[in-house]
């Protein structure tokens, strides 16, 4: 079994940044992907930024130039660094584990973009 684990979520005003990690923990096995999704109000769990075990990275159109999504597989940590933040960025911010066979899921972690 997987626990993942994110943090740095909060509020911040817009134009600002915010740094979100995900640790890993429990039967660490290695992941086809890890990657961020988000959920706002009313609105259904979206892809927000994914990176692959050879390092190769992906991103949603909103996030392209602002988010940049990196690891430390050393400590079982993937971060996603958000610059620029926008109103339309607030949701829970969600860490999902793709070991091929499964899909994990951590507790999400609320990111409010507001002056």
């Known amino acids: 079994q997987v626990q993942l684990v994110e943090s740095g979520g909060g509020l911040v005003q817009p134009g600002g940044s915010l740094r979100l990690s995900c640790v890993a923990s429990g039967t660490i096995v290695k992941f086809n992907a890890m990657s961020w999704y988000r959920q706002a109000p009313g609105k259904e769990r979206e892809l927000v930024a994914r990176i692959f075990s050879g390092g190769s990275t992906n991103y949603a159109d909103p996030v392209k130039g602002r988010f940049t999504i990196s690891r430390d597989s050393a400590k079982n940590t993937v971060y996603l660094q958000m610059n620029s933040l926008k109103p339309e960025d607030t949701a829970v911010y969600y860490c999902?584990?793709?070991?091929?066979?499964?899909?994990?899921w951590g507790q999400g972690t609320q990111v409010t973009v507001s002056s």
């Open positions: 999902n584990a793709d070991p091929g066979w499964t899909s994990y």
